[in-house]
Structure formats: structure tokens, C-alpha cells
């Protein structure tokens, strides 16, 4: 079976995954939203899109009436989200959203429960727990070949151009670095180690305080605890560049992944050796897996769904607390 998707947001990210479709089997780009009629006859031309496929931010509520879409994948700036995830809901589609899922938790968890309430799937674009490096470092973790997990560093970042864009607009971002690269250490510190974290503690530090407005993070540092006892300690910032790097430590051996999370080929080595995996385009597996998770049920090593990504974001609401509190604080997910 194949997943007939249609992309919402028709930006550079989009862009990326409308190529990387291209090499899908399971999964075709059959549709698009867009509130640009330039871009959607571009898209049309180039990826063979029928007319009754294409809609615009007003009328794409009428998608429910369009039995040749399966799901669509909502690529907008992070404020949109939420939203947008619920009005495909609602007109009966599946529903993939780009990370971060929404701006906070409690918008989050409204879209769990009103794609429950649709009976339609939420997934979300964590690329890596894909990708095959990823998942041989998981591997090792589990089989106990770095023996009891300590200790997780991860380091996210890149120097952000320009000042007017959407990601430093704390309406349609929802903060700065953090919700952007920094949730690439936070979800990765519970994949690597294999748990959720029970504490953070975070602080702030902002250089440039004309580009990186109030509620817009432009380096922030955290520190995460968890059950088993070891602790992660990692930063986001829009300040460094080529900042791209985890390491796993236990008390037999350790993981060390740069780049860790870009699109390019993912580099690592363990106590053992390099890791040695196939290089692939992180989108193209991403959309066959989907496919198999929407049409097949197929259960994926590392969860792609709403209730995955709702944890990320309960944790970005505590590290904003803590950074602006200086205090601990706990979790529970
Ligand atoms: P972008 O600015 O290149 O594209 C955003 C698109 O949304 C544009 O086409 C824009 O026209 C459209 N849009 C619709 N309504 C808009 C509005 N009200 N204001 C502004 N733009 C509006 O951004 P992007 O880099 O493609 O990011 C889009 C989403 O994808 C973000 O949530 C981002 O976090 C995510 N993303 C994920 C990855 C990944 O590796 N998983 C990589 C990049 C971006």
C-alpha cells in the first residue's frame, strides 16, 4: 500500500521532503497547501500534481471530501501547528507534523486527544529515529555493550542569518533555539540513553539582546536526571555553528556521533569502532516507515507519534522554567 500524502507549507524544508519522496516507494506526494498559487503550479509542474489535489489555507478544510489523500504533512512555522494538525484531524486525515509539535504541552496534548477523538494518526518528523547509525548505537545500548549508562552530552547548534525570519519571531517559533535545534539534544538524550528524564535545570545566556528578543533563546544550557540514575548535560544555541554532536558514556564504553542529528551523512564511532551503516536520505526512510506505521501498523523502534513528542515538549516547558526560576524542576512523564 502506498501513503498518499499531501505537504502543507511549501518552504525549504518541504522543499526537502518533496525531493527526498521522489525515491519513495510507500509514500507519494499526491497534494499541497499553500498560500502561494506561484509555488503550488511550480509543485504542480514539477511533481505532477492534479488541480483537485491543491488547496490554500482557507479552503483546506474540504480535504475530507478528497478520498485520494491519506495524510498530510503540516512543514509551516512552529506556531501554526497546532492548529493546522487539528483542522486535518477533524477533515478525517492522518496527520504528520514537523518538530517541534506545537508550541507547548498543553497545545500538544490538544492535538493528541482531537486526533484520538478523529481516529487518525499524529506523527511527528523525528527524522533520526530512522536513521541507521541512530538505531545501531540503540542497538549496542540495549544488548549492554556500553554496560550501565551514566552520562549523555549533547551539543545542538548553528548561527542564525537573518534577524526578521520566522525563527526568531517568538509567535510563530515559540522561543528560540531551544524549540528549534536544542529539542534534537532533548530527544536525543532519551533515545541514547534509552529513558525519560525525572529533573532538569537550565540557564540562559544571551549575547545579543536586539536580535534575540524577549522569550526568543539564543544559547541555553541543561542539565537532565533520570530514574536510573545518570544525567545528560547539553546546549542549544543559534550562536555557534556546526554544533552537531552526542556522546553516551557507561561504565563499559561509549558512543561518540558528529554530526549527530544533520542531513548529512551521520558519523560516529564507539569503543569498539567506527560505526559502519548505510548513508541515506533521512526523509526518504522516514516517509517509507511512515507509511508502514499508518497503513501497516507497524511499530517502530523508537516512537514517532504524539504522545513522543508531547514528552519533548513537557520537557522544553521545564527547561524554560528552570533557566527563567534558576530553580530544579521535576517531571513526570
Ligand atoms: P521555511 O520558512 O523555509 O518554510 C515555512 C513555510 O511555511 C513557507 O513556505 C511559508 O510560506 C509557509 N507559511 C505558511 N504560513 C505562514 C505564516 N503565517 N508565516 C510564515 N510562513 C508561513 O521554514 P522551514 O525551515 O521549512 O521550517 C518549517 C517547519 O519544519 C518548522 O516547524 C521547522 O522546525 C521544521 N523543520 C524540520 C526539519 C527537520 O529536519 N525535521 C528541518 C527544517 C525545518
Excluded at 496527520?95 to 487518525?120: H, R, Y
Excluded at 549575547?207 to 533563546?217: H, S, Y
Excluded at 557507561?250 to 564511532?269: K, V
Amino acid at each position: 500500500p502506498v501513503l498518499r500524502v499531501a505537504i502543507m507549507g511549501l518552504g525549504s524544508y518541504g522543499t526537502r521532503v518533496a525531493e527526498a519522496m521522489r525515491d519513495c516507494t510507500k509514500a507519494k506526494l499526491v497534494g499541497v497547501i499553500s498560500g502561494t498559487p506561484s509555488k503550488i503550479t511550480a509543485w504542480q509542474t514539477r511533481y505532477n500534481i492534479p488541480e483537485k489535489n491543491c488547496y490554500n489555507y482557507a479552503n483546506f478544510d474540504s480535504i475530507k471530501d478528497n478520498p485520494d489523500i491519506d495524510a498530510v504533512y503540516i512543514i509551516t512555522p512552529n506556531g501554526l501547528h497546532h492548529d493546522e494538525a487539528i483542522r486535518v484531524a477533524k477533515a478525517g486525515k492522518h496527520v504528520i507534523s514537523e518538530k517541534p509539535m506545537a508550541l507547548n504541552a498543553k497545545e500538544g496534548q490538544e492535538m493528541v486527544d482531537a486526533c484520538k477523538a478523529a481516529n487518525v494518526k499524529l506523527l511527528v518528523g523525528y527524522r533520526m529515529h530512522f536513521e541507521p547509525h541512530t538505531l545501531e548505537v540503540i542497538r549496542m545500548r540495549k544488548a549492554g555493550e556500553f554496560g550501565k549508562i551514566l552520562f549523555f552530552q549533547g551539543l545542538s547548534g548553528f548561527t542564525i542569518g537573518d534577524p526578521n525570519q520566522w525563527r526568531l519571531n517568538k509567535k510563530l517559533s515559540g522561543g528560540g533555539s531551544l524549540m528549534d535545534i536544542g529539542i534534537y539534544s532533548i530527544n536525543g538524550s532519551r533515545y541514547m540513553t534509552g529513558e525519560d528524564p525525572i529533573w532538569v535545570t537550565a540557564e540562559e545566556t544571551k549575547n545579543d539582546p536586539v536580535k534575540f528578543k524577549e522569550g526568543v533563546d539564543e544559547t541555553i544550557q541543561f542539565q537532565l536526571g533520570f530514574p536510573g540514575g545518570s544525567v545528560a548535560s547539553c546546549l542549544s544555541t543559534y550562536s555557534m555553528n556546526n554544533l552537531d554532536r552526542f556522546f553516551l558514556n557507561g561504565t563499559r564504553g561509549f558512543a561518540e556521533m558528529q554530526p549527530a542529528t544533520g542531513y548529512g551523512p551521520i558519523m560516529g564511532r564507539t569503543n569498539k569502532g567506527e560505526i559502519n551503516q548505510p548513508v541515506v536520505t533521512h526523509q526518504t526512510v522516514q516517509m517509507e516507515e511512515m507509511s508502514a506505521i499508518i497503513l501497516q501498523g507497524k511499530q517502530p523502534i523508537v516512537p514517532v507519534d504524539g504522545e513522543e513528542a508531547l514528552k519533548d515538549l513537557k520537557i522544553i516547558d521545564a527547561i524554560y522554567e528552570a533557566a527563567k526560576t534558576g530553580k530544579k524542576v521535576k517531571l513526570n512523564l
